[in-house]
């Protein structure tokens, strides 16, 4: 028996009783759709991580100085208030936050917005949609955790 969720973001399969591991690391996820946090959330805690939410750049940063600093930034570029690049760019320009590994998961395949995050040193950009193995590969590999 298997979950599937498919919101044309992400997809997941996922069998029932897939289970967890144990990775001590916190991932904050940014976007301004609940249903993509939402499916997000539940591929990366299924996968062990602890997970974060916020719905724009600007909450996001809010929740980094209240809370230990996420070890992975997961963001959308398109969102109300301060989008995922403003977010990239507020995040080099801290010093305590500079060396955070981001991760861009967006719509957006122009090769200006790829050109963007080159610039502001975004570790990894992936196009939606994606599919929940994938996002999981590369969060493992970004944070050098065992699979």
């Given at each position: 028996?298997?979950?599937?969720?498919?919101?044309?973001?992400?997809?997941?399969?996922?069998?029932?009783?897939?289970?967890?591991?144990?990775?001590?690391h916190?991932?904050?996820?940014?976007?301004?759709e609940?249903?993509?946090?939402?499916?997000?959330?539940?591929?990366?805690?299924?996968?062990g991580f602890?997970?974060?939410t916020?719905?724009?750049?600007?909450?996001?940063l809010?929740?980094?100085?209240?809370?230990?600093y996420?070890?992975?930034?997961?963001?959308?570029?398109?969102?109300?208030?301060?989008?995922?690049?403003?977010?990239?760019?507020?995040?080099?320009?801290?010093?305590?936050?500079?060396?955070?590994?981001?991760?861009?998961?967006?719509?957006?395949r122009d090769?200006?917005?790829?050109?963007?995050?080159?610039?502001?040193?975004?570790?990894?950009?992936?196009?939606?949609?994606?599919?929940?193995?994938?996002?999981?590969?590369?969060?493992?590999?970004?944070?050098?955790?065992?699979s």
């Open positions: 028996m298997f979950l599937e969720f498919d919101c044309g973001i992400i997809t997941v399969n996922l069998p029932v009783n897939w289970g967890t591991c144990i990775v001590e916190t991932i904050l996820v940014v976007d301004d609940q249903e993509v946090r939402t499916l997000l959330t539940l591929v990366l805690k299924r996968a602890r997970v974060l916020s719905e724009n750049g600007e909450e996001a809010a929740v980094m100085e209240a809370n230990p996420p070890n992975l930034v997961i963001t959308d570029v398109m969102m109300p208030r301060m989008d995922g690049l403003s977010l990239c760019r507020e995040v080099r320009s801290r010093a305590h936050l500079a060396d955070t590994p981001l991760m861009v998961i967006s719509a957006l090769s200006k917005t790829i050109e963007q995050c080159d610039a502001l040193r975004v570790n990894r950009f992936l196009a939606k949609p994606i599919k929940h193995t994938e996002l999981i590969s590369e969060v493992r590999s970004l944070l050098g955790a065992v």
